[in-house]
């Protein structure tokens, strides 16, 4: 059973930083598609970042201050995103996500909140 649990959300005073970190357990490996998104308050859920073997893809919203990586370690894959000079507009739930077996899992999100 895949299994992600994030962690590393908080409130942020604008122009800071934050790091989510995403753990996945069961067949979730670092071959495995892996992402993060987000959904504002009465917003539609959008991608924030992708990894994938080739390399990393980001919505233009956060080009040149998030970056997303990937580790390996005790046979789990973590998926991170360093979050940095956060705006107000980032406020959102933050949800990893992992193509797993016949579909995509999802964490149970985190909350960021970036203060004007």
């Known amino acids: 059973q895949v299994q992600l649990v994030e962690s590393g959300g908080g409130l942020v005073q604008a122009g800071g930083s934050l790091r989510l970190s995403c753990a996945a357990s069961?067949?979730?490996?670092?071959?495995?598609?892996m992402g993060w998104y987000r959904q504002a308050p009465g917003k539609q859920r959008e991608l924030v970042a992708t990894?994938?073997?080739?390399?990393?893809?980001?919505d233009d919203s956060v080009k040149g201050r998030f970056t997303i990586s990937r580790g390996y370690a005790k046979n789990t894959v973590s998926v991170y995103l360093q979050m940095n000079s956060l705006k107000p507009e980032d406020t959102a739930v933050y949800y990893c996500?992992?193509?797993?077996?016949?579909?995509?899992?999802w964490g149970q999100g985190t909350q960021v909140t970036v203060s004007s």
């Open positions: 996500a992992a193509q797993g077996p016949g579909r995509v899992y």
């Open positions: 069961g067949s979730i490996f670092s071959s495995n598609v």
């Open positions: 990894i994938t073997v080739l390399g990393t893809i980001y």
